[in-house]
């Protein structure tokens, strides 16, 4: 994740700290609010860290190689990426859900989620080179293993419907397993995609595929989806895909996301019409 590349997309345009009323830059989310500092100074570190005013995302992220973790704590790699996530997820509960957490328990959220994501990566011996990596790098991570999943969505606003379409394919384009599934009480194309990306995801664990990239035709979910971008419509969906994939047990050792322009994606657009159609009992 990178603080210029957020802002440069707008993600935080003319909107006050819900804390505190101040602009809400991402430096100021992450480290320049007072809860924020509070939770820096809260975190595992030989030496207390101060994220006062002149620092910024990338200063910091620089820094953080240095900083030194107190033993007792548990955690062996940078615990860095570990609280801007905590921070941000706070920041996210408050916003969209009401719910509060105080500094010291969005520090020991970051410290405990590290924990249990380093004992879950040292139970998989074929981790081991991913072992510093947080979910959020891992967001750009393909490799062989890759399978690639194009997923699709057809969406009828009179009948608040949706057909969800997803097909598996390797990296030498052989395809592995398609799918359709149909679904109602869908208020939105963008809910459609979203749920078809959440459904490849469940079918992609089922097939025991372990490196993901997920391809949608839509630029927008794909951008919120990497960008941990969260619109009040899409909150919970995506934060089911969150915890699919980035949770200590989710079965995913990488997961990418990846924006497929729309006429490369007709056999899954294909898929997801074809079982709409039969879904509602329409004529073709
Ligand atoms: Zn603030």
Known sequence: MDGENLRKRGLFADTACSRCG??????????????????????????????????TFKTLIQEARKWTNLPPNGITGNAFPWFVWSIWTARNLWVFENRKT?????????????KKWEQAQSNRP?????????????????????IFC?????????????GLGWIFIDR???????????????????????????????QASSYNYTDIC?????????????MIRRSTELFG???????????????FRSC????TPRARNGPANSLAKAYLVSFLGLRP
């Not at 609010?33 to 100074?41: H, I, Y």
């Not at 194009?150 to 949706?162: L, V």
């Not at 949608?216 to 990497?226: F, G, H, N």
């Open 256 to 259: 990418a996301v990846a924006f």
């Open 150 to 162: 194009n997923t699709d969505a057809a969406w009828r606003s009179d009948q608040q419907a949706a």
């Open 102 to 114: 105080t500094p010291l328990e969005t520090s020991v959220k970051a410290i405990t989620s590290q």
């Open 172 to 202: 030498h384009t052989q395809v592995l397993h398609q799918g359709s599934i149909g679904q109602r009480n869908v208020p939105s194309a963008y809910m459609a995609e979203a749920l078809a990306i959440r459904e490849a995801l469940i």
């Open 214 to 226: 997920l391809r949608t035709d839509s630029e927008e979910l794909a951008r919120a989806i990497t």
């Open 126 to 146: 074929e981790t081991t080179t991913n072992r510093d990596l947080t979910p959020s790098l891992q967001l750009s991570l393909i490799n062989e293993s890759t």
């Open 22 to 55: 101040e602009p809400e830059t991402l430096d100021h989310i992450l480290f320049h609010c007072e809860f924020a500092e509070d939770v820096w100074k809260a975190g595992p570190w030989k030496d207390v860290v101060s994220t006062g005013n002149s620092s």
């Open 237 to 251: 969906i995506l934060s089911d895909i969150d915890s699919l994939v980035f949770s200590p047990s989710s079965p």
